[in-house]
């Protein structure tokens, strides 16, 4: 995030637009078709996350329902894009500390060792399972199309073209990366915490669907305010991956194809490309087969990685 901050900064560009005037036309289609499967994959989860956020608070609305409504959020995100930057980031902000403050609150309730949570820190791969859950959970943090709008975003940014306040640019940006980073590390580990202490500690192994976690979260916690609290984090996070992932579309496409298309049109493409196969899944595999889906649209995020990563370093390691 660091390296993406400083390409826009010191270069003006952002990744996408370096890669242009950079790499062979066809290098370039194949990275943007790459960057497009990325936000594809994420919408995919955005979709899924909200339609069984909305399914566990209103039960009454299906899942294929859910799907449906979250069409109507993408006017929502449309609107906030028109009141101006400022708004939306104080959406974003909002919904994330929403979701810091449920998984917070249900930490609590659920009390886990403060021993264990620190032997947890250690990594290790107990099996395949695990090991595709943590590929999943490094796409799910730092997603490839971040590097592309993070690579922009930091050129709207009000600065004189200066040595010293390039650099001072440069610090600002990443210590707010760090920050934000943190706190993404903060809610990960908050969810791996309170299915430990929730599930596993109780005997509970088998909790492979999100409907499972927030039907044994009440029984297990002893406490109706977590299955809510589990529904709404849900929700809040579809909204403001959601909000990044139609940024950095735009970007993607102006800066690899020259070509700029109204936002509406952009997000709404983007919202039918990830709810074909979230509606094909549920209809033909049933409910239950949305986990796998949503485990595997993170996993092709971080496979993503390496094509937004190499290019970017390859850009800041030159003089």
């Not at 590097?147 to 610090?171: C, D, G, M, N, W």
């Not at 993404?184 to 599930?199: C, P």
Request: proline share 4%.
């Amino acid at each position: 995030q660091s390296l993406s901050a400083r390409l826009g900064l010191v270069r003006g560009l952002d990744l996408a637009q370096a890669s242009r005037v950079t790499y062979h036309p066809l290098i370039n289609f194949f990275n943007w078709m790459l960057a497009e499967i990325a936000i594809a994959a994420c919408d995919l989860a955005e979709v899924l996350g909200m339609a069984i956020g909305i399914n566990l608070l209103f039960p009454q609305v299906s899942l294929l329902m859910g799907v449906c409504i979250t069409v109507l959020d993408s006017f929502v995100l449309l609107y906030l894009l028109n009141k101006g930057i400022k708004k939306l980031e104080a959406f974003i902000i909002s919904l994330v500390a929403l979701i810091g403050l449920s998984f917070l609150i249900q930490l609590i309730i659920a009390n886990p060792s403060p021993n264990e949570i620190v032997t947890g820190l250690i990594p290790n791969i107990k099996n395949n399972e695990a090991l595709l859950i943590a590929i999943g959970i490094i796409g799910a943090t730092v997603m490839p199309h971040n590097l592309y709008l993070h690579s922009s975003l930091v050129q709207s940014r009000k600065f004189e073209k200066t040595p010293v306040e390039i650099k001072k640019a440069i610090k600002y940006n990443t210590l707010d990366s760090a920050i934000a980073l943190n706190l993404a590390l903060f809610v990960n580990a908050a969810i791996l915490i309170l299915a430990a202490a929730a599930f596993f500690k109780n005997g509970k192994n088998e909790v492979t669907e999100i409907q499972d976690a927030h039907q044994l979260l009440e029984p297990m916690l002893g406490n109706t305010l977590a299955p809510i609290l589990f529904a709404l984090a849900l929700i809040a996070a579809g909204q403001s991956s959601t909000v990044t992932g139609t940024l950095a579309g735009q970007v993607v496409m102006e800066g690899y194809l020259n070509l700029r298309i109204q936002p509406w049109v952009r997000r709404l493409t983007t919202r039918l490309i990830a709810i074909v196969p979230a509606f094909i899944t549920i209809l033909f595999f049933g409910e239950r087969a949305t986990g796998q889906l949503l485990i595997f649209s993170q996993v092709v995020l971080s496979l993503q990685l390496g094509f937004a990563v190499i290019p970017l370093i390859h850009f800041v390691s030159n003089k």
